[in-house]
């Protein structure tokens, strides 16, 4: 925006006049700055002026916000008549200045100038008292500020409620001033962007605090002698709600406000809407926290009840703002009160939950989904995890809350429905919907919670059933409401229900599905319920069959193929116990062969093949491995037609890439659940030696995979799904009854992999590196080849980052997985690095790193530092040796003044400003290493800051070296008092753009 300080460069701020310069003595240079800024004004409002004449007034009048003669220029600016200076909005940008300049350049004043600054700024507020508002709020929000940096101003509320309500007769002109005031300044209390100390913003919120009577008895006198005069009735309530907001009122004074009795019947005017159920929202918060909570909820909760007829009003109106914002008031009521009313006044619980079931049965999904939390709460205390009420009470409160989530159910079903015109829908339209609809499943998993799953399919199998006779006769039309009713079905299954498993209408339920016709979204959500009901299924496998049938013949449409595949996935997963005999897998895997001749997504087909996964792991040894080649052999025919179609190097990577994923689903998810047993082994000697199943595909696949390399080496989409048919099937075999049979591939695999990278340095065969030594890091035999690889990729890696100035920020992927790779090697075997000539480049490039913008490549950088740090203080349980502790210590104590300035640096303003956060950890791991010798790093690092900064940093210094941040906490963390220094410093360089 055209009038909003957005800090300033180095260069600019040493054009500025010193510092501490008293804010009124700027005589000769004003002059001049104030006729510099009437003229950019002029240009900006001369509709005559060109787009680069705008551009560089807009930076200039950006520029002066941050010089000191913008003290006085915008003082002298607010001075001036409208005529005087164009159109007016001089008068805004001097106010944002003035507001800025206190904010963020405080110090810039003598302590003797802030009294006259003061009354200069109030002078201004009853000048715009009657507008222009913006201009208005500005300085008020500046006076503000100024509070709340102006310690010797003790008596902030009494000398404004003093200066603003004498003489009497100027006392209702002078009000819309003073309301403002005492609006903005419970909110600039809370304003973290203003750099005060902790210790000050406590004393200015108790000085607040102790003046809550005596603004509550102004208002109260506002309501007395102004109540006909609705623009100072607006401000009054607004400026309730910001102290309510503050929680800085007390209760007895509160209740006994005539403003309360005045909001609840200010609803029912149109101007005073608004803000006084904003008042009223505020309230319900406010004493949902105080002490005194049951008798201020006694004299609200009635009144709340009272305003549903405005609610229905609105509804009949067609007025869905007023309606939304009623609904907002009804169910922050029951959320704030809810424990309380289901403890003690139950009558009024339940009708807070009529109130809000109203909001729920909104036609428009935004007003329904604010009702949404309410619902799960409620549901938690009857029948989850709350601990309000006891069992008996609890039995009572599903009988009282029942019919309320009866009619929830019928609400929900109808905001499931699509609308009518969902046919001519965009695809953002649908993602909307769809996740509207996710909303809405989540509520009816928590009525099903209250009313038990059982009865609430019953409900939607009945809905369901009395809509197919009409249904039959124009399904085209109206298959909305049959899929509304299906959909929810859908959302209401459990696993923690007996009663469900034996339950007839879900028997009957599981036979209607089949025969409904494929219209609209139907055929997809009947064959995703079958998916969803995978469970009930595995117990009632003489329905299996005819599922399967219903599910497999919605692959062979595109609109539903999705679905069936991931209802696919799920019913094998859940019944593969069942679908594990020969004749049946022959079946499946049939299905399977045939899916190739159809026009699937590649999402389609992982999920199949996830699917037959599921039911060759439960297959007799013996099997599995011919059953895994089963499903691969189509695979990898396709893969080596699409290898030889490539040639050399070209094209073809995305059919590769597709294939490759496939072919890792079987890899990582077949898991037979135990090994040989003595008879197995008797039966069938050859499973004496028997490895992981998966571990014998991927032999047999080898030469396939190393081809992959030859043909797309280059193309890192395909190299990052070829290393993860590797990494998932080294996952695979991590546990379970083959555990560790992966190991037998990785003194091939490691050294196949590092020449790779040394040809194409693509991160993830670093990843692939990190995954073999995470998992086999303790076997001494690996050791040598684990050396090999970190060192040769390491050089590798050095080789690629030191090319040209860029290629760090131009690397991240490299970045990221390599100092992974890194922490790895420090946690599980450090000597690989610390006791290396590596350490060093190392250590370099991560300092380099530290200022990478890319987030998961700045995070692993930081994660290294840390881990180096925590090391040498002694927080990384490992095998660390004398000799490895000692050229760790070597390396800080040599280098550690480089992490120092990279540190600084990069907190100072070079990576975003959430991601200080996570270097306050390694800054202060840093300066504890050696305190003497590390404030001397930070000292350097500081001055080699622009100058602007300096005054920063010595605060950041003074700050971080105190006692009191210097202690470290158990976890070896930053505590607050490091982090809200490291923090404040950089708030401070990000202001002035010092980098």
């Known amino acids: 925006m055209l009038y909003n300080r957005t800090g300033t460069t180095d260069d600019q701020r040493r054009e500025a006049a010193p510092r501490r310069e008293s804010w009124h003595q700027r005589s000769g240079r004003t002059c001049a700055a104030m006729e510099n800024v009437k ?80 009354d200069s700024l109030l002078a201004h507020v009853v000048r715009f008292g009657g507008g222009p508002q913006p201009v208005l709020t500005q300085l008020c929000l500046a006076v503000a500020t100024l509070a709340l940096h102006m310690e010797a101003w003790q008596s902030v509320i009494p000398d404004l409620i003093g200066r603003f309500t ?22 600039e209390a809370e304003n973290f962007k203003v750099g005060v100390m902790p210790r000050r913003r406590d004393e200015f919120r108790a000085g607040l605090r102790s003046c809550g009577q005596q603004v509550l008895a102004l208002l109260a006198m506002v309501h007395d002698q102004c109540r006909s005069l609705q623009p100072l009735m607006q401000a009054a309530l607004r400026c309730l709600a910001s102290w309510l907001k503050g929680s800085l009122v ?176 965009h695809e953002d339209q649908r993602d909307d919907f769809r996740r509207f609809r996710y909303a809405v499943g989540d509520v009816l998993t928590d009525a099903c919670k209250v009313l038990t799953s059982t009865s609430c399919i019953q409900e939607s199998y009945d809905a369901l059933n009395s809509r197919l006779q009409e249904f039959a006769s124009n399904p085209q039309r109206l298959w909305r409401g049959v899929e509304a009713c299906v959909f929810c079905a859908r959302q209401m299954i459990t696993s923690n229900e007996p009663a469900f498993f034996q339950a007839e209408v879900v028997h009957k ?60 996935k799920h019913l094998c997963d859940a019944c593969a116990e069942h679908l594990a005999e020969e004749s049946t897998m022959a079946e499946l895997l049939q299905m399977y062969h045939s899916t190739f001749e159809l026009e699937l997504h590649t999402a389609d087909r992982v999920d199949l093949v996830a699917a037959l996964s599921f039911v060759v792991s439960q297959l007799p040894l013996s099997h599995v491995l011919p059953a895994m080649q089963a499903v691969a052999q189509p695979l990898i025919v396709r893969l080596q037609a699409a290898l030889d179609r490539t040639g050399a190097a070209g094209s073809g990577g995305g059919e590769v890439s597709a294939l490759l994923e496939q072919l890792c689903v079987l890899l990582g998810k077949v898991a037979p659940a135990s090994a040989p047993s003595s008879d197995d082994i008797a039966r069938d000697p050859r499973l004496q030696d028997m490895h992981h199943p998966a571990v014998q595909l991927l032999q047999q696949l080898w030469g396939v995979l190393d081809s992959v390399f030859a043909r ?24 379970g009854p083959f555990r560790g049979d992966f190991k037998l591939l990785v003194p091939h695999l490691l050294p196949q992999v590092t020449g790779w990278f040394e040809q194409q340095p693509h991160s993830c065969f670093l990843y692939v590196n990190n995954v073999c030594l ?52 420090l946690l599980r075997s450090p000597s690989l690095l610390l006791e290396t000539q590596l350490v060093l480049t190392a250590f370099q490039c991560a300092c380099a790193g530290l200022h990478i913008q890319h987030r998961e490549a700045h995070r692993a950088v930081v994660g290294f530092m840390e881990h180096l740090l925590q090391i040498h203080h002694g927080g990384v349980r490992g095998p660390i040796t004398a000799t490895t502790y000692t050229a760790l210590e070597t390396l800080l104590i040599a ?93 401070a360089c990000r202001r002035r753009r010092l980098v």
């Open 39 to 118: 003229q950019a004004f002029a240009v900006l409002q001369n509709p005559q002026s060109q787009t680069e004449q705008i551009r560089e007034a807009n930076h200039w009048l950006e520029h002066f916000q941050s010089t000191t003669e913008a003290w006085t220029v915008a003082d002298q600016l607010l001075s001036l008549q409208a005529d005087q200076v164009g159109n007016g909005s001089a008068h805004v940008f001097a106010a944002q200045t003035m507001r800025a300049k206190i904010q963020y350049d405080w110090a810039e004043l003598p302590a003797d100038s802030h009294g006259a600054l003061r």
């Open 166 to 187: 004498t003489p009497a007769a100027d006392a209702v002109a002078k009000l819309p001033c003073l309301l403002e005031l005492l609006t903005v300044l419970p909110e």
């Open 250 to 425: 007390p209760e007895d004074a509160l209740m006994a406000s005539p403003l309360l009795a005045f909001a609840f019947g200010a609803v029912a005017d149109e101007k005073l809407f608004d803000e006084a159920v904003d008042m009223l929202v505020d309230l319900v918060h406010f004493t949902h926290h105080t002490e005194a909570r049951a008798q201020l909820v006694a004299g609200i909760v009635p009144h709340v009840l009272g305003l549903v007829p405005h609610f229905d009003a609105a509804v009949q109106a067609e007025d869905e703002d007023k309606a939304r914002t009623l609904c907002r008031l009804f169910t922050e009521t029951g959320e704030q009160y809810l424990q309380l009313l289901i403890a003690q006044q139950l009558e009024w619980a339940v009708g807070l939950s009529g109130a809000i079931l109203r909001g729920a049965a909104h036609p428009e999904p935004e007003i329904a989904e604010i009702t949404f939390n309410f619902w799960y709460m409620l549901s938690e205390e009857i029948a989850g995890g709350g601990r309000t009420l006891t069992d008996v009470q609890r039995v009572d409160a599903r009988n009282r809350f029942g019919p309320c989530f009866v009619q929830l159910l019928k609400a929900l079903r109808g905001l499931a429905e699509f609308p009518t015109d969902s046919d001519g829908w």
């Open 509 to 568: 339920l599981m036979q209607v599905l089949p025969t409904l016709p494929a219209v609209g979204e139907l055929s997809n959500t009947a064959i995703r319920t079958v998916g969803t009901y995978a469970n009930w299924l595995s117990r009632h496998p003489e329905v299996l069959p005819q599922m399967l049938t219903f599910v497999t013949r919605g692959l062979s449409s595109d609109k539903s193929a999705a679905a069936a595949s991931q209802a696919m």
């Open 712 to 735: 797309h080496g280059s193309d890192s989409k395909v190299m990052e799904k070829l290393c993860r048919c590797y990494k998932h099937t080294s996952r695979n075999t991590a546990q």
């Open 774 to 825: 995470k998992g086999y890091y303790d076997s001494p035999g690996l050791l040598q080849v684990f050396s090999d690889a970190f060192n040769r990729m390491s050089i590798a890696t050095f080789r690629l980052l030191s090319l040209t100035p860029t290629s760090i920020p131009d690397n991240p992927d490299v970045v990221d997985d390599y100092f992974e790779l890194c922490s790895t090697v």
């Open 895 to 987: 280098n550690g003044s480089q992490l120092m300035q990279a540190l600084i640096v990069a907190i100072a303003g070079m990576v975003p400003p959430t991601r200080v956060r996570f270097l306050s950890p390694v800054l202060k791991g840093l300066v504890t290493m050696d305190v003497r010798t590390t404030r001397e790093w930070a000292e350097n690092a500081v001055k080699s800051l622009p100058p602007d900064g300096h005054m920063d940093g010595a605060t950041l210094l003074q700050a971080i070296y105190s006692p009191e941040a210097l202690v470290r906490e158990d976890r070896g963390t930053s505590d607050k008092a490091f982090d809200h220094a490291v923090e404040a410093f950089s708030s």
